[in-house]
């Protein structure tokens, strides 16, 4: 679904980041570890053909980004931002319809069908009781599972997620979590960025690690998040514990 190839990426005239390169698979989530300023955020503009490629090249479905138009673009490629405050009184259903402008023409309107595709993706996020309020008076976690689902209104194959819990409580993180794993679960492939190593437990099947624009570790989770590759992330001491099924993360706070 996606392929980055010894990928440098940037800003004019500054690159962040060199030699990262991975594939994800359909149905596969691969959560992004790194630090403030580790070229994330930048990576993921890249890879939406946000931002030109300083070197190597992007794949998607098998043709080079470089060559889609940003319609087609648009059509594989759902890209939920950062979490944001709602500044115009839009219902969360018509925020949900913008991400039908992919598949209509200019100055065409929505339809009954993408309405009811709309709809669609508020109920499988549980949030079709929310189509009618306006977006700016929703929670933020529920504000964010619109973002998500006005990305999947562009029935993409490929999700681009950049920090989704960031700013959510404890419980909006674990719903928008439980998203990333059935969304994979359909077949779609997620690409998702955070700051907590539990979240890659939690939901992904592949975790990539990345400081100062280079991959420090790829694989499973269990396999790579690891107290020594966290502490070349963060700078401090983590220990990571086995509980249950899985892992959490413990860091060791200095008295």
């Known amino acids: ?11 004019p005239g500054r ?39 300083h070197g190597g090249e992007v794949i998607v479905e098998g043709e080079p980004l470089a060559s889609l138009s940003r319609a087609e673009i648009a059509r594989r490629v759902g890209y939920v931002p950062q979490g944001q ?5 839009y219902t969360v259903l018509e925020v949900v319809l ?6 209509l023409s200019a100055f065409a309107t929505p339809g ?30 529920e504000r964010q599972l619109a973002l998500v689902a006005r990305a999947l209104a562009q029935e993409p194959r490929l999700l681009i997620m950049d920090e989704p819990t960031a700013n959510l409580d404890f419980g909006n993180q674990v719903r928008v979590l439980q998203s990333v794993s059935s969304l994979a679960a359909s077949g ?3 690409l998702f960025a955070t700051h907590d190593p539990d979240h890659a437990f939690l939901a992904a099947h592949r975790a990539l690690l990345l400081a100062e624009g280079r991959v ?14 966290l502490e070349r992330l963060y700078n401090v001491k983590v ?12 860091p060791a706070l200095g008295r």
Not at 85 to 89: C, D, I, L, S
Not at 112 to 139: C, F
């Open 98 to 103: 913008m991400g039908r402008t992919a598949h």
């Open 216 to 229: 420090v570790a790829m694989g499973a989770p269990a396999e790579v998040i690891r107290s020594d590759t």
């Open 188 to 190: 779609i492939s997620i």
């Open 85 to 89: 405050a709602g500044y115009f009184a």
């Open 15 to 53: 690159t962040v980041g060199r030699d990262v390169s991975f594939s994800l698979a359909a149905g596969e989530a691969m959560c992004v570890l790194g630090p403030n300023g580790g070229g994330k955020t930048t990576l993921f503009r890249t890879l939406l053909g946000l931002l030109p490629a």
């Open 112 to 141: 009954e069908r993408d309405r009811r595709i709309a709809a669609n993706a508020l109920e499988s996020l549980g949030i079709g009781h929310l189509a009618a309020r306006p977006v700016t008076q929703v929670s933020g976690g």
């Open 1 to 11: 679904m996606l392929e980055a190839k010894n990928l440098a990426f940037g800003f």
């Open 239 to 250: 220990a990571v514990v086995p509980v249950g099924a899985g892992h959490t993360c413990l």
